[in-house]
């Protein structure tokens, strides 16, 4: 029989559920969406299998289909960061409002629009770096990057205008100088097929469970190399 802890550790990973679901409710087989991650232990044909907390079997079979988005996370260098690209910088504000940035993060706009919001297609989801399933929710941008504190820059929308080291980023709230460096870590996202799902591979899914996470049947699927050995729920993507 599963605890409660088990039991309630899918109902955990929803994505902006408002409402605390009762006993009988979290019972139910209806397909809910939510989110797993963790290693690629397994792959077979369309389906690969991950370790996770939470699954309450410490693992989830994901299926993949045809629309399926999957999107992998390359190193970049500041060469990629062009016009028309949308990105995400994170670094050092000026008094000014310049930032010079300690990460870039770059994708490809969809319909020409840099969107927000995590789960949107690749170009308009959430920056890279995502937060642990459950969301983000503090106010911060996503992905743990440290931060914080009055100096705490943040930029993100498309590049506008690019000079040498120097690129100007246009957002919802207009537009912010960001300082690039040899220093400024620069990844990418692209899309990517399914056979590039592999085993060690880091994989942020989201999808809909009628098992409480067992299996999933996954609508985006963000793939990362470990860091440091691990999988820790922030995917540079």
């Known amino acids: 029989m599963r ?3 088990t039991t309630c550790a899918w109902a955990l990973a929803l994505l902006g559920a408002t409402v605390v679901l009762s006993a009988p409710a979290i019972g139910a087989t209806k397909p809910v969406a939510g989110s797993v991650s963790g290693p690629v232990v397994s792959v077979k044909d369309s389906t690969f299998t991950l370790t996770t907390s ?5 693992r989830s079979k994901v299926a993949v289909g ?3 988005a999957i999107t992998e996370q390359l190193a970049g260098t500041i060469a990629d960061v062009k016009t028309g690209m949308c990105v995400t910088a ?13 990460r870039v993060t770059l994708t490809q706009p969809v319909k020409g629009q840099c969107g927000g919001g995590f789960g949107t297609r690749p ?18 941008p996503p992905g743990g990057f440290g931060g914080g504190g009055a100096n705490f820059g943040f930029a993100f929308g498309k590049v506008s205008a690019a000079k040498s080291s120097t690129i100007t980023v246009k957002g919802r709230q207009g ?6 460096s040899k220093k400024t870590q620069v990844g990418k996202t692209e899309q990517v097929g399914r056979a590039a ?10 999808g809909t469970s009628g098992d409480h996470g067992v299996t999933v049947t996954a609508t985006d699927i963000s793939l990362s190399k470990p ?11």
Not at 54 to 58: H, K, V
């Open 175 to 180: 537009s912010t100088k960001v300082l690039l």
């Open 90 to 102: 994170i670094g050092q504000k000026a008094k000014n409002g310049t930032v010079t940035a300690t």
């Open 54 to 58: 939470l699954s309450p079997t410490g």
């Open 3 to 5: 605890t409660a802890t």
């Open 197 to 206: 799902i592999v085993p060690k591979l880091c994989a942020f899914v989201r």
């Open 66 to 68: 045809s629309k399926t």
């Open 227 to 237: 860091i440091s050995g691990a999988c820790t729920g922030r995917f540079t993507r």
């Open 123 to 140: 170009g308009g989801g959430r920056p890279p770096g995502g937060a642990p399933p459950g969301g983000n929710r503090t106010g911060r």
